[in-house]
């Protein structure tokens, strides 16, 4: 029994911010504070912000916009963060309102109905809450029988979930599972700080898993294999959880938030993803130059481009390794699948691709996919 990824779908918020309002913002933002602290400035106690530029974030990451849960709090010099009321226990959280239209979309495209799905996992950066878990609510939102739960594995999360979807599904604990991503990452990013308040937009995606017999033939991408690997680092981190109250210090840090150091993960972590989906196709007895596509994590369209050079031995055309940055920014652990669902239909029978997340861990999931 082998397992096939019969159907894909996406959300995407309506709500757009381009560079140039983000900028507008955060300058407005950056000359507030050095109003506000300027004596402290003078005095040498507080260091002067700098401005930031449309200019400066294409040419660092490729992003040109992303969409957002919500603009105007993000784009609030007094605020800062994006403003998502609290909803009663009664009503669905934000996270599963997502997730039901992007499973819903996954249903349709594959032709299935909740009947034909045994399990839900929900895998993405952060949930809204401990417990209970997001995706026990999305099962039972769209009523499906059987199980579900919660996972984080960062931006790497969508692929790892892929693997526990696959196993599964070929070891018969469920007929068919949806991984779905619900990704707020403008939750936890620093709109205050220059290196990194352009890098994150939000969206959720939405994966249907199932065994191999119940997808009709030339339908789907078989799964010919997965491959996780992590590695311990300090590089990317965000310190929220629930000891912080445990120590007052710590509230509001800015390590509550998103925090990373840029050049470290691009030099350490761009070989490491290259050399494991080198090993990856070595190990299914493929070739760099059988991949018809690679589905990248969309962080950094240079990280991106570098690890495709590294893998394929030259530079890799937009059509080999398709880029939905400009338009997504980084959506965390839907980044590379919502690059598959918009860069699948033209593929033919017996196309192979590799979907591929990298993230903070390090996590790297590589899953190698055969159009049937």
């Known amino acids: 029994m082998k397992a096939v990824i019969s159907g894909t779908g996406l959300y995407t918020p309506p709500a757009t911010i381009d560079n140039d309002e983000l900028v507008e913002a955060f300058n407005a933002y950056v000359t507030l504070h ?14 002067a912000l700098q401005p ?22 993000i784009l609030d010099p007094e605020r800062m963060a994006p403003f998502i009321p609290e909803r009663s226990n009664d009503e669905p959280s934000v996270q599963c309102d997502m997730a039901v239209a992007a499973c819903t979309e996954a249903l349709e495209r594959a032709g299935k109905s909740v009947a034909d799905v045994d399990a839900v996992i929900v895998a993405c950066s952060n949930m ?11 099962q039972q939102a769209l ?16 692929t790892f979930g892929l693997q ?59 799964i010919l294999g997965t491959r996780l690997k992590t590695q311990f680092s300090n590089n990317i981190r965000n310190n929220f959880g629930f000891l912080n109250r445990a120590d007052e210090r710590g509230v509001g840090a800015a390590d509550k938030l998103f925090v990373q150091q840029g050049r470290k993960v691009f030099k350490e972590v761009s070989p490491l993803v290259a050399q494991t989906i080198q090993e990856h196709l070595d190990g299914l007895s493929l070739q760099p130059d059988d991949l018809r596509r690679m589905w990248l994590h969309q962080a950094n369209l240079s990280m ?7 893998v394929l031995g030259r530079e890799a055309t937009t059509d080999e390794a398709p880029v939905i940055l400009d338009e997504y920014a980084n959506t965390s652990s839907a980044g590379s699948i919502i690059a598959f669902h918009l860069h699948q239909q033209d593929l033919c029978s017996g196309d192979v691709g590799v979907i591929c997340s990298f993230g903070a861990g390090y996590s790297i999931g590589s899953v190698v996919v055969r159009r049937r």
């Not at 530029?53 to 603009?71: T, Y």
């Not at 594995?153 to 969508?158: G, K, Y």
């Not at 937009?201 to 339908?219: F, M, N, P, Q, Y």
């Open 164 to 222: 526990a979807a696959v196993n599964a599904v070929e070891n018969g604990a469920a007929r068919g599972v949806l991984v779905v991503s619900p990704e707020i990452c403008s939750g936890h990013l620093n709109y205050r700080d220059r290196d990194s308040h352009f890098i994150f937009g939000d969206a959720c995606t939405a994966i249907l898993v199932e065994r191999d017999s119940s997808v009709a033939g030339g339908k789907g991408f078989e």
């Open 52 to 73: 930031s530029s449309s200019a400066f974030i294409e040419k660092a990451s490729g992003i040109k916009r992303r969409h957002v849960i919500d603009r105007e709090g």
């Open 304 to 310: 991106n481009q570098l690890i495709a050079r590294r």
């Open 34 to 47: 050095n109003e506000r602290y300027a004596e402290a400035i003078d005095r040498g106690e507080r260091d």
């Open 128 to 138: 809204q809450r401990p417990y209970p878990a997001i995706s026990v609510e999305v």
């Open 143 to 158: 009523g499906v029988e059987g199980f579900a739960y919660d996972m984080n594995v960062a931006c790497s999360s969508a």
